[in-house]
């Protein structure tokens, strides 16, 4: 029921977001300016860092992001809203910041997260709220007929030169900022990988861009379908219906 109401929301917001979205973030040099420093974490932007957050409240706050990243925050398979569930609130609040300084492109969600930072103790709410959702296992994963041949390629890989950052399960880094990999869908890290590699994502991390820099489409695709099949032992779950809480509107 509550999932019905809260799409039809989305439904209502999305136009309404296009025509927001004509006035994006102005764009700022990330990664190809020398003075970058891409988790530099000050002034106003830090400050929800610094909060504790309280995941109950969290969950009112959540329900504006619901209409596109999905109530549980599973997002879509189509790869176009990512999975959100169970991302660390510090890699949550680094990328909103980013969003909206300009040194990431996201006109869809941008007056949203700037909506959200206007409220610090607020957005550690809502942040604290997504890290306690369990992930989903019923995400977007490769679908190909050579998927185990993929999964073998691209596990060699992530291995040998992702691990060290992104855990052997895929489980990052809460304190250095280094996202959940684990349960996002195949589409959406195949497309930010290729930004990432090619420069278009500009709050990308240095070391990382160095590591993608020489991989050719075909090795992205095995690696994105190793990490869309990686499992977070204790951490993910089959998704539940909308209802979670029962909160009423
Ligand atoms: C109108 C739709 C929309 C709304 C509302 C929205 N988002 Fe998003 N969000 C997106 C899209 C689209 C992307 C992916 C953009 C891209 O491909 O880079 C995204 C990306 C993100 C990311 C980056 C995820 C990652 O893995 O790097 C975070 C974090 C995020 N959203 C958090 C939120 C939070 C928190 C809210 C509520 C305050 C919210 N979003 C509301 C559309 C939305
Ligand atoms: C030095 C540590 C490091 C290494 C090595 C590294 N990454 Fe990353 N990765 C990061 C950080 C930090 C981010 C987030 C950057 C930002 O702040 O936007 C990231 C982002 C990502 C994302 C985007 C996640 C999202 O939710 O948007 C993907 C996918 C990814 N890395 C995959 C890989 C793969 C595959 C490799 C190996 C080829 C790799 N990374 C190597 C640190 C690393």
Partial sequence: MKKILTLAVAAALLPATAAFAQVPAEKKAGIESKDYQWNKMEGKKAEALHLKGDAKEGEESYEVCGGCHLPNGAGRPD??????????????????????????????????????????????????????LCVPTDHGKYEGADAAMQIAKGKDLYEKQCKECHGAHGEGNADKFYPVIAGQHYKYLLRQMTEIRDGHRRNANPDMVKVIKPYTNDQLVAISAYQSSLHMPGKMCAAKPAAKGGKKK
């Fill in 79 to 132: 790869g176009t809203f990512p999975q959100l569930a169970g991302q660390h609130s510090t890699v949550l609040l680094k990328q909103m910041a980013d969003i909206v300084e300009g040194l990431r492109d996201n006109p869809t969600m941008y007056p949203f997260a700037k909506e959200a930072l206007k409220n610090p103790q607020e957005l550690a709410n809502t942040t604290a709220y997504i890290q306690s």
